[in-house]
């Protein structure tokens, strides 16, 4: 077996084992290790949260005075001490929606988001840059002032998009790939850090 694959299937295993409803919950742990981005006590935003995964980190990582909030296109099975809520992103409201269903501020934005893939790589790139692009906008509606994200991005020639839009908005951008993250696929996460503040 190839070792990508044996890697794949390890944190497979590890995540049914420890009772993750996905393999990504390890991308989170792991850049969080290193970066910091979620504390105890955090109010966090999850777009495009389904299956749960990472909403099952924030709430472990957030503890038990953290608020973890996730919204997604698909319907997400409950988490205990978790809310959850199914709605597009790109719907022209969306910001007004998550506002009315929980009208506070956030601590953290993350966002895993990844359309349904074509297969052709160069279109998949660019609808995932383009709903990475709506996460940003959102973030910067919702986020407190000295508030951090995360966006994973499919890497490609949009991808300095993301970067150079987030360095608008956040004092310190940066890029991560975790070892739960196979070294083949596209995939990085850019993490942002010190929200500038709201600009209505
Ligand atoms: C890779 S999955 C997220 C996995 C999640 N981080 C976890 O650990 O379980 C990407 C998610 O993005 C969601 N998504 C794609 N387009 C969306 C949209 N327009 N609005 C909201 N969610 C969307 C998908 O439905 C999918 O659940």
């Not at 597009?88 to 409201?93: A, F, S």
């Not at 910067?140 to 839009?165: M, T, W």
């Not at 070892?179 to 500038?196: D, G, N």
Request: charged fraction near 30%.
């Amino acid at each position: 077996m190839k070792i990508e694959n044996a890697l794949r299937d390890q944190y497979r295993k590890l995540a049914k084992d420890q009772g993750y409803r996905s393999r990504s919950a390890y991308k989170l742990l792991e850049i969080n290790n290193k970066h910091n981005v979620i504390e105890p006590n955090d109010t966090i935003l999850d777009i495009g949260c389904a299956p749960g995964g990472w909403l099952q980190v924030a709430k472990k990582l957030s503890g038990p005075t953290g608020t973890v909030v996730g919204v997604d296109i698909n319907l997400t099975k409950t988490i205990t001490e978790v809310s959850t809520m199914q709605l597009d992103i790109e719907d022209p409201d969306a910001i007004e929606k998550i506002r009315k269903n929980f009208p506070f501020s956030f601590d953290v934005v993350l966002s895993d988001l990844s359309p349904k893939v074509s297969g052709i790589w160069h279109f998949d790139h660019e609808r995932q840059i383009s709903l990475t692009l709506v996460a940003l906008q959102i973030s910067s509606k919702l986020l407190k002032r000295g508030g951090n994200a995360i966006f994973k991005i499919f890497d490609g020639s949009y991808s300095g998009d993301v970067k150079q839009e987030a360095a608008k908005i956040f004092m310190k951008v940066t890029t991560s790939k975790p070892k739960a993250s196979r070294q083949k696929s596209s995939e990085f996460y850019v993490i942002c850090s010190e929200f500038k503040g709201k600009r209505e």
